[in-house]
T-cell receptor
Framework: GNSVTQMEGPVTLSEEAFLTINCTYT??????LFWYVQYPGEGLQLLLK?????DKGSNKGFEATYRKETTSFHLEKGSVQVSDSAVYFC????????????FGTGTRLQVFP | NAGVTQTPKFQVLKTGQSMTLQCAQD?????MSWYRQDPGMGLRLIHY???????DQGEVPNGYNVSRSTTEDFPLRLLSAAPSQTSVYFC????????????FGEGSRLTVL
């Protein structure tokens, strides 16, 4: 079946540190991949996406590259800010059914000044 | 800029009671969906709809009913609430087809005693 696996949290960093949140997936065919972010007390918001192998999604200083060979879509940011503290969800949409978005369990990021 | 509006934001029920979670969107999105969010489980799809009069089941549909009589509204009904349905519920919408961004409501926290 289709699934997404994310690294356990929380991830705790100091401001300006480098961030990596690992995400790997299992899927048939060529899924589309997403990162969503949930700030405290809010719904989820799309952060970035990639729809084919080797695509790089980017937004607000965050980046992730769709790696078909390693079935990964790791989220990175060169210098985190306190305002980046949130829960980050990796997700995929199967190529054969784009009506279903399948989420990972989420990774909480805490950034301290 | 209302976007996706969910009501109520908080609700406490007793086992066996029924209730409806309301969801409305003003973006003329054809696709609407309901997710539940539980600790350590991420978000799981309950039901979704690709247009008025059309609904389908997600990963965890048991115990929930939906209908879609208009493009704007997609209510989620619990006919006989159980403690296992204690969760945070999110409604989300997007344009039809493909891999477009899902727009989420702020969530409804339901506790079943």
């Amino acid at each position: 079946g289709n699934s997404v696996t994310q690294m356990e949290g929380p991830v705790t960093l100091s401001e300006e540190a480098f961030l990596t949140i690992n995400c790997t997936y299992t899927a048939t065919g060529y899924p589309s991949l997403f990162w969503y972010v949930q700030y405290p007390g809010e719904g989820l918001q799309l952060l970035l996406k990639a729809t084919k192998a080797d695509d790089k999604g980017s937004n607000k200083g965050f980046e992730a590259t769709y790696r078909k060979e390693t079935t990964s879509f790791h989220l990175e940011k060169g210098s985190v800010q306190v305002s980046d503290s949130a829960v980050y969800f990796c997700a995929l949409t199967p190529s054969y059914n784009t009506d279903k978005l399948i989420f990972g369990t989420g990774t909480r990021l805490q950034v301290f000044p | 800029n209302a976007g996706v509006t969910q009501t109520p934001k908080f609700q406490v029920l007793k086992t066996g009671q029924s209730m409806t979670l309301q969801c409305a969107q003003d973006m003329n999105h054809e696709y609407m969906s309901w997710y539940r969010q539980d600790p350590g489980m991420g978000l799981r799809l309950i039901h979704y709809s690709v247009g008025a009069g059309i609904t389908d089941q997600g990963e965890v549909p048991n115990g929930y009913n939906v209908s879609r009589s208009t493009t704007e509204d997609f209510p989620l009904r619990l006919l006989s609430a159980a403690p296992s349905q204690t969760s945070v519920y999110f409604c989300a919408s997007r344009i039809a087809g493909g891999t477009g961004e899902l727009f989420f409501g702020e969530g409804s926290r339901l506790t079943v005693l």
